[in-house]
């Protein structure tokens, strides 16, 4: 399945986007776009590139059954050990958070927007991945556009 992603210009503490997945459209909210020294924007702090990536089967401890980016033309990889000498990121993942402040440069999604006390946030994260999971099935395959 082939997700979308149109985002919002970034401010300084966030980025918001419309995610369509199927017949359903989320909200997303990011990190800022901070440049580096490679194509990739600084890891952990920055989202990624506009561009289309691989999403690929990621299962840990913290993050179980997500997807995470993998597009190594922009320099995004899915393990550390992938990336090259030349610089790039990894484990940027699609995962539930409410605040980018909490992200390390992943995507999270949420069934709304909102700003609490000045502090720009999606709403009811945990049940827009599950209805992500519900649709989009938990194998090789799927890919995501992003788009500005």
């Known amino acids: ?8 210009p970034s401010t300084p503490d966030h980025t ?6 199927d017949d359903w459209t989320l909200q997303t909210i ?4 901070i440049p580096a020294d490679h194509l990739g924007g600084t890891n952990g702090i920055s989202c990624v590139p506009c561009g ?5 089967l990621h299962d840990t401890a913290a993050h ?3 997807w995470a980016l993998v597009n190594p033309d922009l320099g995004v990889w899915h393990d550390p050990i992938e ?3 030349s610089g790039g990121r990894s ?3 699609i995962h539930p958070a409410n605040m980018a402040s909490q992200l390390l440069g992943c995507i999270a999604p949420g069934t709304d927007r909102k700003t609490l006390n000045g502090v720009a946030m999606v709403m009811q994260s945990r049940l827009a991945f599950s209805r992500i999971k519900a649709v989009l099935a938990w194998q090789p395959g799927h890919t995501l556009e992003i788009t500005q």
């Open 16 to 21: 918001y986007g419309v995610l369509t997945v």
């Open 83 to 85: 990336v090259p000498p």
């Open 1 to 8: 399945m082939n997700l979308t992603l149109k985002r919002d």
């Open 64 to 66: 179980p059954q997500t």
């Open 52 to 56: 289309t990536y691989q999403l690929v």
């Open 91 to 93: 484990d940027v993942l």
């Open 30 to 33: 990011e990190r800022p776009w």
